[in-house]
């Protein structure tokens, strides 16, 4: 699944959701920086990830709370430098999300789609 | 890292009072407006500017002209190469 364009491939997993803001950003910040490097990135969210992505959650919740950004920007920041954003099915329904809940591009993987991801990348980190 | 003479700049990107990531980004994107030979001015008091743009340097394969800081600001010289 990596597009190949560039030499250096992150993979970024976040498994905090909604529930827990603090947790929320980091993740975005370093794949925008790791994308301004050229390097090729995605962000994987798993377990409670996939509620950060929600339409009706990303412009009420922030780092802070009710200080400074909401998520949309954190997560716009990220995709307009070509940072990719992917969920997994059962982790949708964990959280008894549909993809449709969620913002636009969000692309659907799955274990073995992962794991090639993992195996194929120079560093993956998680959250 | 100091040099005898700067060179001019082409552009100037104020990131003065933004924190990580935004200096990165936004040179990130700014130097893609220059062309190959041109300089950058980037001008950050993000504390961690200097190792964020000497890496960012380092592996975009851009020349890092110098980092000067006067008083709460950096200002970062970066020649375009690609």
């Known amino acids: 699944m990596w597009a190949g364009d560039s030499e250096t491939k992150i993979l970024y997993v976040q498994t905090h959701g909604a529930d827990d803001p603090g947790r929320s ?84 993987i799955g274990g073995a789609a992962f794991n090639d991801l993992a195996a194929s990348s120079d560093a993956v980190i998680s959250f | 890292m100091s040099e005898p003479s700067a060179p001019a700049a082409d552009q100037v990107l104020d990131c003065t009072g933004l924190a990580c990531p935004l200096p990165v980004v936004k040179t990130a994107q700014a130097i893609k407006n220059l062309v190959p030979g041109q300089v950058l001015e980037l001008l950050a008091t993000d504390p961690g500017v200097e190792p964020d743009m000497r890496a960012w340097s380092s592996r975009t394969g851009n020349d890092l002209l110098g980092i000067t800081k006067q008083d709460d600001v950096f200002r970062i010289l970066i020649r375009r190469v690609n």
Do not use: H, W
């Open chain 1, 25 to 108: 950003a980091t993740p975005f910040y370093l794949a925008a920086s790791a994308a301004a490097m050229e390097f090729e990135v995605m962000i994987y969210f798993t377990m409670y990830g996939p509620t950060l992505l929600r339409k009706d959650v990303v412009d009420k919740i922030g780092p802070k709370g009710d200080q400074g950004q909401p998520l949309r920007y954190f997560v716009e920041q990220a995709t307009s430098l070509g940072v990719r954003l992917l969920v997994c099915q059962p982790s949708l329904e964990l959280n008894d999300l549909s993809l449709e809940d969620l913002i636009d591009g969000v692309e659907v």
